[in-house]
């Protein structure tokens, strides 16, 4: 007995929505757009975050939703949609299934191999330009002391003597491109929860904002980041469309 949803079906026909790539590929550049705009209101949007002027239910909540952009938060959502919905099974390492999610031997491995690719490599590109740009983390920088926001670049806005790497390493977010591209691939499997996925991964982004960990345009570079690797894997046809296996 097979689980999956026949082939001609699609999901995102269904639903109205059009070519989840190229709308991920839209999204991606409007949110660059946004990043080098936000620039601008870094430094006075960092100083206000650091004074802790949110309302504590408010950053309760931001808090919460960042188990949907921390590593550990999401590979156990991922394995719960896995036990949840029939028509995931895990993906297969076998060659050449490990080359692209389009060689898994079902397609119900296939969908799942392209949600964990979707969902990961957002994050691996950030982690890339995080070893070539430095940036001081609002936490960690003297934000009275910078005349531009360029000054957060670099060790100059460095506060104090840090024995964390990871104070040096604010651009982009990592976290939020977690988010946007779990998002979007929750939503290309489930498309009628996407405004939900969307608003959580809002969340955990502005988390990563108030909690001075990272300036808005970190946030919205690392949010681009996260839509553009996952529009490299989420297939146009939608979770329904064909693999190279037989269905699972």
């Given at each position: 007995?097979?689980?999956?949803?026949?082939?001609?079906?699609?999901?995102?026909?269904?639903?109205?929505?059009?070519?989840?790539?190229?709308?991920?590929?839209?999204?991606?550049?409007?949110?660059?757009?946004?990043?080098?705009?936000?620039?601008?209101?870094?430094?006075?949007?960092?100083?206000?975050?650091?004074?802790?002027?949110?309302?504590?239910?408010?950053?309760?909540?931001?808090?919460?939703?960042?188990?949907?952009?921390?590593?550990?938060?999401?590979?156990?959502?991922m394995?719960?949609?896995?036990?949840?919905?029939?028509?995931?099974?895990?993906?297969?390492?076998?060659?050449?299934?490990?080359?692209?999610?389009?060689?898994?031997?079902?397609?119900?491995?296939?969908?799942?191999?392209?949600?964990?690719?979707?969902?990961?490599?957002?994050?691996?590109?950030?982690?890339?330009?995080?070893?070539?740009?430095?940036?001081?983390?609002?936490?960690?920088?003297?934000?009275?002391?910078?005349?531009?926001?360029?000054?957060?670049?670099?060790?100059?806005?460095?506060?104090?003597?840090?024995?964390?790497?990871?104070?040096?390493?604010?651009?982009?977010s990592?976290?939020?491109?977690?988010?946007?591209?779990?998002?979007?691939?929750?939503?290309?499997?489930?498309?009628?929860?996407?405004?939900?996925?969307m608003?959580v991964?809002?969340?955990?982004?502005?988390?990563?904002?108030?909690?001075?960990?990272?300036?808005?345009?970190?946030?919205?570079?690392?949010?681009?980041?996260?839509?553009?690797?996952?529009?490299?894997?989420?297939?146009?046809?939608?979770?329904?469309?064909?693999?190279?296996?037989?269905a699972?």
């Amino acid at each position: 007995m097979t689980h999956d949803v026949p082939k001609s079906f699609d999901w995102h026909r269904a639903s109205g929505q059009g070519s989840p790539r190229r709308s991920l590929t839209a999204l991606a550049a409007v949110l660059a757009c946004l990043g080098v705009a936000a620039l601008a209101i870094d430094l006075p949007v960092a100083s206000w975050c650091k004074t802790g002027k949110v309302p504590r239910e408010l950053l309760r909540l931001m808090n919460f939703s960042e188990v949907f952009a921390h590593t550990t938060g999401v590979v156990v959502l991922m394995l719960t949609a896995l036990a949840l919905d029939p028509g995931l099974r895990f993906p297969s390492f076998r060659w050449p299934a490990l080359r692209w999610p389009s060689f898994q031997p079902t397609l119900s491995q296939e969908r799942l191999a392209r949600m964990i690719c979707a969902t990961a490599t957002g994050g691996l590109l950030v982690d890339a330009i995080k070893l070539m740009v430095t940036r001081v983390r609002p936490r960690a920088a003297d934000l009275a002391s910078q005349a531009s926001v360029l000054g957060t670049f670099g060790d100059a806005a460095l506060r104090a003597v840090t024995s964390s790497r990871s104070d040096f390493h604010s651009f982009p977010s990592g976290h939020a491109a977690v988010a946007a591209g779990f998002a979007a691939a929750l939503a290309w499997r489930y498309p009628r929860g996407r405004w939900l996925f969307m608003a959580v991964a809002v969340s955990a982004a502005l988390q990563r904002i108030v909690t001075s960990a990272h300036y808005p345009s970190d946030v919205c570079f690392g949010a681009a980041l996260g839509l553009l690797g996952a529009s490299m894997f989420l297939a146009d046809s939608g979770p329904s469309g064909s693999g190279s296996g037989a269905a699972g």
